[in-house]
């Protein structure tokens, strides 16, 4: 008889739990379903709120998908200043799925689309305003497109690199024979490489991370960067001469790793895009603005900026494109339309 009470309030205890679960269930399922997608974002520059662009476009993205009502549903994580690795592996790491985002140049994914190094050619593009005339005129259609089908990586917005890449060196640099024998660091990426070569340097390519130590060292006599980045990563401590070669326009680009993608509902994923462009074309804005300040404060850092003859240069680098379009004719069409394209 004993067994039987006993039995019997087990059943009704467990009956009871049973029946208040069911009740919670809606709410921890709908909890379940409410839980943020979670992103991963790679920059190599620095946690500089202003002169970073990595950390300017992460900035301006939390605030659009805020603005799109997605600030519950995506939680992107910003990894600055090399913390996820080298650009190169980073890039491979989008590719294969295990980062979402990057936030880098054009020039690190043409070591796996090399005709994305069309716009690494020297004195391709005149300004940052022409570039995006082109761009919206369909210059960068045939890009993305190798690059997804090639890496299976989606570039979902341009944005601007903070200036044009000019000369930092410890001497001043005025003309090609001022560069001769200078051992100047460019991205690890075979068309910026021969851009500086022609121009005159011994081009040295090195992980971004490495650069102020091997110029601490002695490895480097200057690198070829823009205004804020110079100033964000402090090379105006190791070099103090600044030629305004502005060889390269390079565009930022917002890179997006297909498994990501794919794994998204349509819905969201629409969302994400469109906050993502806003996202690029207020970092655009914020990129022009900045580059003038840089330089002023690189003045006040010490730095003399050298107004160099920049057409000397240019007709150096010229025959780079011709040699590029004759090992890869796909990009003829992207070259006449972005020279044809007037700022």
Avoid at 50 to 72: C, H, I, P, T
Avoid at 100 to 115: K, Y
Avoid at 144 to 151: H, R, S
Wanted: net charge positive; aromatic share 8%; with cysteine.
């Amino acid at each position: 008889m004993t067994s039987m009470r006993v039995s019997r309030r087990i059943a009704l205890r467990s009956s009871a739990a049973a029946a208040a679960w069911l009740a919670a269930a809606p709410a921890i399922i709908g909890r379940a379903e409410a839980a943020a997608m979670k992103m991963r974002c790679s920059s190599s520059l620095p946690n500089d709120p202003k002169y970073a662009n990595g950390r300017v476009y992460y900035d301006n993205l939390v605030k659009s998908l805020k603005a799109n009502g997605l600030g519950e549903q995506i939680e992107v994580t910003f990894f600055p200043d090399n913390q996820l690795g080298q650009e190169i592996d980073v890039i491979n790491s989008v590719k294969l799925g295990v980062i979402d985002l990057m936030v880098s140049g054009s020039s690190i994914s043409a070591n796996l689309v090399p005709l994305v190094g069309t716009f690494d050619l020297g004195y391709l593009f005149t300004s940052y305003q022409q570039q995006t005339k082109a761009f919206d005129a369909g210059a960068a259609k045939p890009i993305e497109d190798a690059l997804l089908k090639g890496a299976g990586i989606h570039i979902i917005a341009w944005a601007y690199n903070f200036g044009a890449r000019s000369v930092l060196a410890k001497k001043p640099v005025k003309t090609p024979e001022d560069l001769a024998g200078l051992k100047i660091r460019t991205l690890p990426n075979p068309i910026i490489t021969e851009c500086l070569r022609l121009m005159g340097a011994a081009a040295t390519p090195l992980a971004f991370g490495e650069i102020y130590t091997a110029l601490q060292a002695g490895v480097l006599d200057g690198l070829e960067h823009d205004p804020p980045t110079i100033m964000a990563s402090k090379f105006y401590e190791t070099a103090k001469h600044y030629a305004l070669t502005q060889h390269i326009f390079s565009p930022l680009a917002v890179y997006f790793s297909d498994t990501t993608f794919n794994r998204m509902a349509p819905k969201l994923r629409d969302g994400f895009l469109d906050a993502a462009k806003t996202a690029a074309t207020d970092t655009r804005a914020h990129g022009l603005a900045v580059e003038k300040e840089a330089l002023a404060s690189l003045v006040e850092k010490g730095i003399t900026v050298v107004e160099c003859d920049k057409e000397a240069f240019r007709k150096r680098v010229l025959p780079q494109t011709d040699n590029f379009i004759k090992a890869r004719p796909e990009a003829k069409a992207v070259v006449d339309l972005i020279r044809a394209t007037q700022a």
